[in-house]
């Protein structure tokens, strides 16, 4: 697939440009609604990154087999790619799954050397059981369940601190898929992959909806950045663009965030455009507070400039703090406390002295 193509180069040469070394391991966040859009974008850019060659039939397109690349031919070092699935994908994909994991296999019986193929390494020498456990790839809920384990702690304030939630992701995505062990749970396996991880990246297809959209993107992509800083590991933590797809984009998740922020949740007019929803917008406004509570939760960076522009554009400006007392005083509660959240939690150092006072008496400034 051409776009896969595009999205594998752009990430090989972003890494090594900006980490100083090539791409060896990757955890990829693998929802089934973009595979339902795509076709498959995602899976393929994960083999193409292993160095394989998707085969289909002429006359239909359907998948016929695959080609694992020479390394000659290839010109890099494979990349051992780990996928954390979600339940849509799980469902819904079962061929996607079986066929991933024929790769693995492939790659992993390969001889080649070490550092040019990380998968065959880590699986030498190792047969039966064994050979198993170090070739499981594909990891996500227990059958019949969903999301990460981190939802309903963020919902509720249940979480003592960063690695709580980190050990959360790690106990709810532990079951492996593939090549027989479809729900199997091995959480040190998949604890070994992502401690090792150089990078970590989830792509979204289209630009209908962002990353502060909902608290559920923070639930998986910052999960999986806890869950590494749990394991004391620190891999650079992307997040793929395809929405254009002749100019694909790859941005650090934190600046991404950041860049959501400054463009939607803080900027004035976009506001003023949900106040013409009343009650409906005003949900809008808590929801996207909902979401960057959950990425200061989560991942290693800090965006204290980012709650005092949402702050000041809600909370702390009279006619939207007005609007939301007026339409939805829910909405402003929970707003309210939110922001006392991070603020108690030492998520949030604010610059202003009158955040103080709103938060404590829940009267405006």
Not at 98 to 114: M, W, Y
Not at 338 to 345: C, E, L, N, P, S
């Amino acid at each position: 697939m051409v776009l896969a193509g595009k999205m594998e180069k752009l990430l090989l040469t972003r890494h090594l440009q900006e980490q100083g070394e090539p791409l060896t391991r990757l955890v990829m966040d693998l929802w089934g609604s973009a595979s339902l859009r795509t076709g498959g974008e995602d899976m393929a850019l994960a083999l193409r990154l292993m160095g394989v060659e998707i085969k289909r039939a002429e006359s239909t397109g359907h998948v016929t087999g695959f080609e694992v690349i020479p390394l000659p031919v290839l010109n890099r070092p494979r990349v051992d790619v780990t996928l954390r699935i979600s339940g849509l994908f799980r469902d819904a994909f079962p061929d996607q799954i079986a066929l991933f994991d024929q790769v693995v296999s492939a790659v992993a019986n390969r001889r080649e050397p070490p550092d040019w193929n990380p998968l065959a390494a880590s699986a030498k020498g190792l047969d039966g059981e064994a050979r198993t456990r170090a070739t499981a790839r594909i990891f996500g809920a227990a059958t019949g369940t969903y999301g990460t384990g981190v939802e309903e702690a963020l919902q509720t304030g249940t979480w003592a601190d960063q690695a709580a939630l980190g050990k959360a992701w790690l106990e709810g995505s532990a079951w492996t898929y593939g090549g027989g062990r479809d729900g199997g749970q091995d959480a040190d396996a998949l604890a070994t992959l992502l401690g090792q991880a150089d990078a970590v990246l989830h792509v979204q297809d289209h630009a209908e909806t962002d990353m502060l959209e909902s608290p559920e993107n923070a639930a998986h992509e910052g999960g999986l950045a806890a869950a590494a800083a749990a394991l004391g590991a620190s891999p650079a933590l992307w997040r793929g663009d395809t929405s254009r797809p002749d100019t694909p984009r790859l941005r650090a998740t934190a600046q991404e965030v950041a860049r959501i922020v400054r463009g939607r949740l803080a900027n004035p007019r976009w506001i003023e455009g949900m106040q013409q929803h009343g009650y409906a917008g005003a949900a809008e406004l808590a929801r996207g507070l909902d979401a960057l509570h959950g990425f200061a939760a989560t991942l290693p960076e800090r965006f204290d400039q980012q709650f005092d522009m949402v702050f000041a554009a809600t909370l702390g400006d009279e006619a939207c703090d007005a609007f939301l007392q007026r339409e939805n005083p829910a909405a402003r509660e929970a707003m309210r406390a939110r922001f006392a959240d991070v603020w108690q939690r030492g998520l949030w150092h604010p610059r202003g002295n009158s955040v103080a006072q709103v938060l404590e008496s829940g009267e405006q400034a």
